[in-house]
């Protein structure tokens, strides 16, 4: 079954500093997606990259996805404070289910 | 922005009670998902539901849960006798289109804030 996984477990940074977080992947996907959770909140839906593309981007996000290797990234440049929550990456093969990794705590610090 | 809502924000039930859980999905979506995270953990696809039925369900999913749309606006997530290990965080999630297809699908889920399930 697919199943994503995020690294590191906890990152955490200065402010104004680059965050990067991986997620990786075993099967065949359709697309990927990122999502954010603040503590104890609901999923926040960021970024959706497709099995044909290698790169995206949202203001301050950019979304790599290498289906070679079976994995993604999501790079978060000039972080703030507010940045701080849970990421998670999703992802999506032939059927309607998300299968979320264990995500990623990005602490960033003011 | 159109956004999805769900009710209670946390729902307190004794263990064998039925809970209902209630969730308004985005008006001009056809897809409409349940997942749960229990504390600590991963986020976990319960079911999916689309033109009046089930289109999957997960190994969780199984005779103590249900799902309906009993009307043009309302999803709902029903556990006839909740136990325990119920206790989580339940999402509701809808989308414009499925992810089922043979070419390269798009399918952009928006979850709602979530209800707090707690069994006693």
């Known amino acids: 079954s697919q199943q994503g996984e995020e690294d590191p477990q906890a990152l955490s940074i200065q402010e104004g500093e680059n965050a990067t977080m991986n997620c990786s992947y075993k099967?065949?996907?359709?697309?990927l997606q990122w999502y954010r959770q603040n503590s104890g909140r609901g999923l926040v839906h960021l970024i959706l990259?497709?099995?044909?593309?290698r790169e995206k981007h949202s203001g301050r996000l950019r979304v790599t996805l290498d289906t070679s290797k079976k994995s993604s990234s999501l790079l978060i440049t000039a972080s703030r404070a507010a940045d701080t929550a849970s990421y998670f990456c999703?992802?999506?093969?032939?059927?309607?289910?998300?299968?979320f990794g264990k995500g990623t705590k990005l602490t960033v610090n003011p | 922005e159109p956004e999805v809502t769900q009710t209670p924000s946390h729902q307190v039930t004794q263990m064998g009670q039925e809970v209902i859980l209630r969730c308004v999905p985005i008006s001009n979506h056809l897809y409409f998902y349940w997942y749960r995270q229990i504390l600590g953990q991963k986020v976990e696809f319960l079911v999916s539901?689309?033109?009046?039925?089930?289109?999957?369900k997960s190994e969780i999913f199984d005779d103590q849960f249900s799902v309906e749309r009993p009307d043009g606006s309302n999803f709902t997530l029903k556990i006839r006798s909740t136990k325990l290990e119920d206790s989580a965080m339940y999402f509701c999630?809808?989308?414009?289109?499925?992810?089922?297809?043979?070419?390269?699908?798009?399918?952009?889920?928006?979850f709602g804030p979530g209800t707090r399930l707690t069994v006693l």
């Open positions: 999703a992802s999506q093969g032939g059927s309607e289910k998300l299968v």
């Open positions: 999630a809808s989308s414009e289109e499925g992810g089922g297809y043979t070419w390269v699908g798009y399918n952009e889920q928006f």
């Open positions: 099967t065949s996907i359709n697309n």
């Open positions: 539901f689309y033109n009046n039925e089930i289109s999957e």
């Open positions: 990259i497709r099995s044909n593309e």
